[in-house]
């Protein structure tokens, strides 16, 4: 995991382990958490709610237009983009700090 964070900076959307009797299913789970541990609180809010999109829809619009989607309804009422911006990320980091331990766990078991 960690040639992978040099290399792109994010974690892959979707892992497929073609060989589980080289690579356990638990190794790959447990690289995913540790990566996740080190993550800003608003990219556990993304997780959840691109993890809750996939599950439910599985062609679910992709994360950008979803972000653009949240920013225009956080601009409603508000002349200020600027202004409107900051208040988007500082909600969903106030989102992700609200999330426990338990929380971040069951995300990862969807």
């Known amino acids: 995991m960690a ?3 040099q290399r792109s900076g994010s974690l892959a959307s979707l ?4 060989r589980p009797d080289l690579l356990p299913r638990e190794a790959v789970h447990d690289a995913y ?11 556990w809010v993304d997780l959840r709610d691109s993890t809750l999109r996939k599950a439910i829809d599985p062609a679910s619009v992709p994360r950008l237009e979803s972000a653009l989607a949240d920013l225009r309804t956080a601009m409603q009422g ?10 988007y990320l500082a ?10 331990t338990e929380d971040r766990r069951r995300i990862f078991e969807i």
């Open 3 to 5: 040639a992978l964070r």
């Open 15 to 18: 892992t497929t382990n073609l």
């Open 33 to 43: 958490r540790a990566w996740m541990g080190d993550a800003e609180e608003d990219t």
């Open 78 to 87: 508000s002349s200020n983009i600027v202004e409107a911006i900051g208040q």
């Open 91 to 100: 909600a969903k980091k106030n989102e992700g700090a609200r999330l426990s």
